[in-house]
């Protein structure tokens, strides 16, 4: 018995059941629509529905949904079921067409960002035939767009899309002038690395910061933490292995390739690599792995933690996305091949995305900006949240000799010596791995490491996509009027270099010094969310996502205000359960304990004894129990003020100046205190339990 071929795909509705069950012209012009983009052919959708509906039934569900992705970040879905009555008082199954391909939820409960007027509360879903629909918990879910009554975008998807579009024209150009007739369509592909925490549930439930906000609010440091580097790729632990084997399983059922499940860096830091698809079905598997990381872990005794930053430090997590473009033909656009000084398709393609880039800064660091990766850039073992290219030292090369009009021999440099003649001839990997770079080529793709792990990757791709077609765009208006088109391409090449250079880096991304040379150069470094998220409606944004048909204006200005609001209310949420912990748990714990040790100090002295130590002891948690009391309070006070402030901007500005560092301080005084207390007074569980007891 084959495991992995029984269970892979069997809860989707996928290619394969639709050549089963769908009629040959039907299934036909389906697969068009859905590998080609050709429009969709309406009078189908009933066949489509019923077939649909049989195959969910006959695979137990009893409800549908459609499935979407508001700009909560997370997936949303109302279900309803199949029945119907009939005349005489029975029950049947029903789904029509306008089930399938048009759903009304009330839109009223998802973030509109002012586009929405309050009276108009209607929205609609829309299905998207380019990702299958599949099963999950007895509810057929079909992936859907998600828009305003008025045709305003409302969700992550469609913005997805219109870029994978944008994206595809403009390829489409390039690959005309070089030749390739057989193109007809290309897709931008995506395989995103998944980092997480597991710990234990029962400690999980006693900490009200990890129930409310995904990450510590407190802690100090354990004694041990990662420095000796022994969890990285280490042996699984039976109990992690075992949620492992059955997550996998999980997500095959969902048709979602889970390949690679290793330890990371941090204690109790694991990661999950699928295989790549394309840009559409991967963002919505990769929210589809979220949830069943959440899922499974529960039923494993475990909380998975998807917060960037649940361990203060201690690495974070990201969500490492892996972009290439492919085409109909089975060409990746970013393979380099042997010569790739001498392979001028790869480096046009190449170099549109330095330039893009370079260009779009700000516009790929904001749609990684929250107030849970603003925890993380910048911290231990993450990259700084200034974006920098790393290529490579080969490709380098090739780079400086295009821009110096010099000869660049590859074979020459490629050789490789282990030292060991026993061993195979090796030939360099034309790329590195320098792990410290935000945005790094890595052989035949390039790998933006600046998302944070519970992000949806929908927004970095929407923005990686239509850059990209900015950049291929202008490449193309030029190539295509030139007379020399050889010569024109080196000329175009070597003035992209020249330009944009400085946004390569190839070292290490981490030291202070980068953070100044970046400087030096140029280079924007949005620290805070409530920087990067105003960049949104940056003059030459706007006219990006207009260009390329994205966004209206009025759109982005909503979305600004969405990510605005997420922040204001995520920092909001976190301060006052800071204060709740600190006022309810520790300093009440802390006094109980200061008073036990009194009365022993009592009962020492009146027997004679010396109670120096307990006298110290006492004077020492009663004198931070007090600052601790006054740090809470001024965190209480900038809360207050901030709440009286009128925009989400002035807000999100208040928090970084004001609220993050009043909670540094509380934070600072309640982990000395913690250090300084006896461990049975402290109410909430360590870092080292948390973190070692797996
Ligand atoms: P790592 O970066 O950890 O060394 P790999 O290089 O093996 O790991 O691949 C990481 C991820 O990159 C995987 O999810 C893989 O599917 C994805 N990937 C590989 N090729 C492509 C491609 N052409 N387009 C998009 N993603 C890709
Ligand atoms: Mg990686």
Known sequence: MNKILEVFGSKVFNDAVM????????????RKTISEGKDLDMTMANVVAHAMKEWAIENGATH??????????????????FIVSTDIGGAATSFTWRQLIKGEPD????????????????????????????IK???????????????????????????MEALNKQVLRITKLFGMDDVVRTVPTVGAEQEYFLVDEKLFEKRKDLMFTGRTLLGASAPKGQEMGDHYFGT?????????????????????????????????????????????????????????????AKRHGLACLLHEKPFYGVNGSGKHNNWSISTNT???????????????????????????????????????????NECRLGGHEAPPAIISMCLGDDLYEVLEAIEKGENYDAKEKSKMDIGVKALPNLTRDGTDRNRTSPFAFTGNKFEFRMPGSSLSIADPNTALNTSVAEALCQFADRLEKAEDFEKEVRILLKETVAKHKRILFNGNNYSDEWVKEAE????????????????????????????????KESEIYSRCEIEYDNYCKTKRIEALIMVEMTKKQIIP?????????????????????????????????????????????????????????????????????????????????????????????WPIPTYAELLFNV
């Open 330 to 372: 089975g060409v990746n656009l970013f393979e380099p091949g042997n010569d790739p000084y001498n392979n001028i398709r790869f480096l046009v393609f190449f170099t549109a995305v330095i330039k893009a880039v370079d260009e779009y800064q700000d516009l790929l660091r904001l749609t990684t900006a929250s107030a849970g």
């Open 589 to 681: 714990a802390v006094s109980a304990a200061v008073a036990d040790m009194a009365k022993s100090a009592e009962v020492i002295k009146s027997v004679g004894g010396t109670n120096a130590v307990e006298v110290e002891i006492i004077k020492n948690m009663s004198a931070l129990n007090v600052a601790l009391y006054k740090k809470v309070e001024m965190l209480e006070k900038a809360i207050a003020k901030c709440d009286k402030l009128e925009s989400n901007a002035d807000k999100a500005a208040y928090y970084r100046d004001c609220v993050n560092p009043a909670m540094e301080e509380v934070r600072k005084v309640s982990d000395e205190l913690e250090k300084n207390s006896p461990e049975e007074c």
């Open 520 to 551: 030096r150069r140029g280079l924007l470094n949005l620290k805070s969310a409530a920087d990067a998220i105003g960049k949104y409606v940056a003059e030459k944004n706007i006219a990006l996502f207009e260009k390329h048909n994205i966004f």
């Open 137 to 163: 918990d007895d509810t057929l879910c079909i992936p859907t767009v998600f828009c305003s009554y008025g045709g305003e975008v409302l969700d992550k998807k469609t913005p997805l899309l219109r870029s």
């Open 19 to 30: 050549r089963e069950r769908l009629p040959k012209e039907i299934y036909k012009s389906l």
């Open 64 to 81: 549908y949904t459609h499935w979407f992705q508001p700009m909560t970040g997370i997936t949303a879905e109302k279900h309803d079921s």
């Open 236 to 296: 699984i632990k039976p109990r992690v292995a075992a949620f492992m084997r059955d997550l996998d399983e999980e997500l095959w059922k969902l048709g979602i390739y889970a390949k690679t499940e290793h330890n990371e860096g941090a204690p109790a830091q694991h990661e999950l690599a699928p295989l790549f698809e394309d840009a559409n079905t991967a963002t919505d598997h990769n929210q589809l792995t979220m949830e069943m990381m959440k899922k499974v």
């Open 107 to 134: 839109a009223s409960s998802f973030p509109s960002g002012g586009l929405r007027a309050t009276f108009e509360a209607r929205g609609y879903t829309a299905w998207d035939p380019t990702s299958y629909a599949f």
